[in-house]
């Protein structure tokens, strides 16, 4: 497994933008496929994103599309989620997560590593 650690949440006004970060430990990044979740207060967790381990796929929700950009760097082995046009409903505590292997997974059993979170307060 391998240890996550969000950064980059904040307050931001509505229509603004936001990078999150995601640093990893160990030298098997590059086996990861990595995705991007948050929770707001009274709701379960959502997927947000996801992107294959080479970096040259991702997939996100419909809500987000268009908006919001996942990327990876894995000699630095960090993943990222830049956010635009942010809007009140974005308003979460954001995870990263680590799922072995192949493929865009989007379900919060198939990934086997979590971060800590990072809040993102979106404010009107």
């Known amino acids: 497994q391998v240890q996550l650690v969000e950064s980059g949440g904040g307050l931001v006004q509505a229509g603004g933008s936001l990078r999150l970060s995601c640093g990893a430990s160990?030298?098997?990044?590059?086996?990861?496929?990595m995705g991007w979740f948050r929770q707001a207060p009274g709701k379960e967790r959502e997927w947000v994103a996801t992107i294959d381990r080479s970096g040259t796929m991702t997939y996100y929700r419909d809500s987000v599309k268009g908006r919001f950009t996942i990327s990876r760097d894995n000699a630095k082995n960090t993943v990222y989620l830049q956010m635009n046009s942010l809007n009140t409903e974005d308003t979460a505590v954001y995870y990263c997560a680590a799922a072995w292997g192949a493929g865009l997974p989007v379900t919060t059993r198939t990934f086997g590593s979590w971060g800590q979170g990072t809040q993102v307060t979106v404010s009107s």
């Open positions: 160990g030298r098997t990044f590059s086996s990861y496929a």
